[in-house]
C-alpha cells in the first residue's frame, strides 16, 4: 500500500558574527538556537514527518579550537533539546547533527534521531572521520551502522566524508533502510545518486551551503533546493523496489495494463532498472510482485553471480 513521508531538508550555510563581534557562552547558545528556530519556520507549514540538518549544525565557524570547546562546554545539550522541542511540538522526527561529548572525555560526531515526542531513539556516530577531526578535536570513528525504526518505516545515517567508504556502504546495501539521511559539510557530487542506488534507498542530503536533496532508489534527484531557498521539503512513497528490466518487461507491461495508475514505475533511463511502487491502499508493491512474478534487483543481481560464479561457467 501507498506508504507516503513527507521530508524536510534544511541547508542554510553555518551562523556567522555580525560586525566582526563574536559572542561566547549562553549569549551563543542563544544566538544558535534563535538562528535554527528560524530556519525550521520555513519547512513547518509542509508538516514533515522527518526534518533533517546538516553535519556540525550547531558549530560556529569562526571560533578557534579553544572557543569552541568552550562554547560546547555551555551548549551541552540545549541545542539538542530545542530539536526535540520542536519535533514534540510539530510532531514530527528530526536528525540533529553535531558533536557530542562521551563520558570518558572523548568526542563524536553523530546523527542523533528524535521521535515525534522529542526522545531520542537512536545515535549514529560518524565511522569515517577525517584525520584532524581526531588528531586536532579528539573525536573518535564510529564503528557501527545502525538502522532506526519510525513509524513510518526505517532509517540510517551517514556524515559527510562516510561519502567516501564502501565498507558503510556495503553495510547499508545489505540492510537497505527506507531512508538514508546524510548530514554534511561537503555535497559529495555523483556518490548521492550512487548510495541512493547502491542501497535501494532513498537519500536524503542535508549539506551546509549546497543544494539540499531527495534522491530516489534509482539515483534520480526528485527534490532539490535552490540559489534561493536554502531548504526543501518533498513527499516520497516507501512502498517501493528496485527491478532490472531483464525478464521483467513483459510482466511490468502487465501489471501497468492491470491497474493502471494504482501502480507507477519511474524508469532514469540508461540504467537498465526502474522504481515501482504501489499508488493505492489496495495492495502493497510486495503483493503486486508475488501476483506477476516480478524479480526484484537484488534477486537478479544473486542469480547472475551465482552464474558467473559456477566453474562450468567460467573459462579455466
Known sequence: MAKYVTIGVCAPRPPMFTEG??????EAVDKMIAFWRSELSAVTPERPDIVVVPEACDRFPEYSNEERL?????RKNQ??????????????YVAYSAARAIEDGTWRNSTQIMDRTGKVIGIYNKNHVVIE??????????????????????VACAICFDLNFDEIRLKYAQSQPDLLL???????????????YSCRT?????????PGTIISPVGEVLFESTNYFDFVVGRVNLDCRVVHLDYNWGKLRAMREKYGPKV???????????????ETDEFTIGDMIREFDIEIWDTYMARALAHRNNPANREP
Open 79 to 92: 541545542v539538542r533539546d530545542f530539536f526535540g522541542a520542536y519535533a514534540k511540538e510539530h510532531e514530527c
Open 70 to 74: 568552550a562554547y560546547y562546554g555551555v
Open 182 to 196: 546524510f548530514s554534511s559539510m561537503y555535497h559529495g557530487g555523483l556518490m548521492q545518486s550512487y548510495w541512493a
Open 202 to 210: 532513498h537519500f536524503v542530503g542535508a549539506v551546509a551551503g549546497q
Open 133 to 154: 577531526e581526531t588528531t586536532e578535536y579528539g573525536i573518535l570513528c564510529g564503528k557501527d551502522a545502525p538502522v532506526f525504526e519510525c513509524d513510518f518505516g526505517t
Open 21 to 26: 563581534r563574536k559572542v561566547h557562552g549562553q
Open 264 to 278: 507507477r514505475v519511474q524508469d532514469p533511463g540508461r540504467l537498465g532498472a526502474v522504481l515501482i511502487s504501489s
